[in-house]
């Protein structure tokens, strides 16, 4: 299992990105995916989730601003950004776990200057 997240970059304050996981050796239709966050010097958070059936979950800091969809035809999760803060920059992970193993990628960027 590999996954690859991209999209990440430079946004001002209020802007939007939009990040993508592409997924490869399993389906994001059939698994679970989650995103995370690393600031600098502080751990890794979870962000939000899209499960195998649809349906999603958001950290509270992101509820009505972040905004996860999948592309089945792609094998691809996104997480659709907007109204972005200064505090929501950090690194961007996607993970996914299958038959009890979590895999991560490789993390994207995201840098959100006020």
């Known amino acids: 299992v590999q996954l690859q997240a991209s999209g990440g970059g430079l946004a001002q304050s209020g802007g939007s990105l939009r990040l993508s996981c592409a997924a490869s050796?399993?389906?994001?239709?059939?698994?679970?995916v989650a995103w995370y966050r690393q600031a600098p010097g502080k751990q890794r958070e979870w962000v939000a989730t899209i499960a195998a059936g649809g349906a999603t979950n958001y950290e509270d800091s992101v509820k009505g601003r972040f905004a996860c969809s999948r592309d089945n035809d792609a094998n691809t999760v996104y997480l659709q950004m907007i109204g972005l803060r200064s505090e929501d920059t950090g690194v961007y992970f996607c993970?996914?776990?299958?038959?009890?193993?979590?895999?991560w990628g490789q993390g994207t960027q995201v840098t959100v200057s006020s």
């Open positions: 050796g399993t389906l994001v239709s059939t698994n679970g």
């Open positions: 993970s996914l776990m299958r038959r009890g193993e979590r895999y």
